[in-house]
Every structure is written in C-alpha cells, then in structure tokens.
C-alpha cells in the first residue's frame, strides 16, 4: 500500500505565497512522475504542475512564473511553492504519484488533498 500525505494548505491574502508539501510512504520500488492537481469548487480537477523523476518540471499556463515545483527523491517528498496568489488559485490542491510498487508495474495514487484559500 503506498500513502500519498499533503501538508501546507490553509487561508492567504492575494499575493502571499505557500508552500505544499506531500509525502510518500509504503511499499514502493520506484517513484515516477509526481505532481499537483487542484479542484475548484464546482469545476473538475485540472493538472497544477508535474515533475519526472529526473527533476523535469511542467506547468498549467495559468501558474506559469508564479509556482514552482520540486522533488527530493530521498526523502520521497514533492514540494510545491506557490507565489503571488491569486483568488482563482483557491482550490483543494492533490498530491499525485506514478508509483511502481513493484518493477514495471506502475500505478497512480493520490492523497486526500490539502485546501488552500486566497482571499482578496
């Protein structure tokens, strides 16, 4: 069983800035892609920002120059730094990892989300 945890949500002024933080933990052999994803009150959940294993970042345009995404494949941790925020970055942020449990076998896990609220 592998556990994705997220930690660092919480209520920001428009232009402040946060930090997410998810942890992995459980069986795993490897850790590929991981990532962020977010969901807005009544719209669907949209892609944030991803990161290879190989430290390869991707962005949504809409957090383009204002976040940052970043992994320490150590301690199995991926970070999200969020500046200049914006009301419409007001969502529940999801952790997301490609784990393979064992070799060659990869599946996607999620944590249970993190809220964070940008108030004007």
């Known amino acids: 069983q592998v556990q994705l945890v997220e930690s660092g949500g919480g209520l920001v002024q428009a232009g402040g800035s946060l930090r997410l933080s998810c942890a992995a933990s459980?069986?795993?052999?490897?850790?590929?892609?991981m990532g962020w994803y977010r969901q807005a009150p009544g719209k669907e959940r949209e892609l944030v920002s991803t990161i290879s294993s190989g430290g390869w970042p991707n962005y949504a345009d809409s957090v383009k120059g204002r976040f940052t995404i970043s992994r320490d494949n150590a301690k199995k941790m991926v970070y999200l730094q969020m500046n200049s925020l914006k009301p419409v970055d007001t969502a529940v942020y999801y952790c997301y990892a490609g784990v393979e449990t064992v070799p060659s076998n990869a599946m996607d896990y999620w944590g249970k989300g993190t809220l964070v609220t940008v108030s004007s």
């Open positions: 459980g069986r795993i052999f490897r850790l590929n892609a």
